[in-house]
């Protein structure tokens, strides 16, 4: 499993890198997984010390194609969750959501979530997690 979830996690960093068009000093990337629902979303520090931006917001703080951009997004949660299929062919316990943290340097972290997802109201769900995580 170890060889398959890095390989995975390069994914994850070459796909964020491509879709954020300007240096970022860190990115925080979300992937949720449970029931017959997923969703993936991002936020990243820019380089020269902005707040935050928020993945949704990228194509039109930079006049990029909305449809593009999104597709692009969606592939990047189709990565993040081929993760989750590594998890249940190892015999892991699921998770249903999971945050990668990558630094610049190259340096990343996992968190995975194991709670119940499916009474939560998705726009709490993201405020919660842009709470623990900084934004």
């Known amino acids: 499993m170890a060889r398959k979830a890095e390989e995975i996690y390069q994914a994850l960093a070459n796909q964020l890198n491509d879709l954020?068009?300007?240096?970022?000093?860190?990115?925080?990337?979300?992937?949720?997984?449970?029931?017959d629902s997923?969703?993936?979303?991002?936020?990243y520090y820019p380089a020269e010390g902005t707040g935050p931006v928020l993945s949704h917001?990228?194509?039109?703080?930079?006049?990029?194609?909305?449809?593009?951009?999104?597709?692009?997004?969606?592939?990047?949660?189709e990565t993040g969750l081929?993760?989750?299929?590594?998890?249940?062919?190892?015999?892991?316990?699921?998770w249903t959501s999971f945050?990668?943290?990558l630094e610049k340097s190259g340096r990343f972290k996992v968190d995975y979530g194991y709670e119940d997802l499916s009474e939560v109201d998705p726009g709490?769900?993201?405020?919660?997690?842009?709470?623990?995580?900084g934004k």
């Open 20 to 35: 954020i068009p300007e240096q970022w000093e860190k990115v925080l990337l979300y992937v949720e997984d449970w029931d």
């Open 57 to 77: 917001d990228i194509p039109e703080r930079f006049d990029m194609d909305s449809d593009d951009f999104e597709m692009k997004e969606y592939e990047l949660g």
């Open 82 to 94: 081929t993760l989750q299929r590594v998890f249940r062919e190892d015999g892991q316990t699921p």
């Open 38 to 43: 997923s969703t993936a979303y991002f936020f």
């Open 124 to 133: 709490e769900q993201r405020e919660a997690w842009k709470a623990k995580y």
């Open 99 to 101: 945050t990668f943290i």
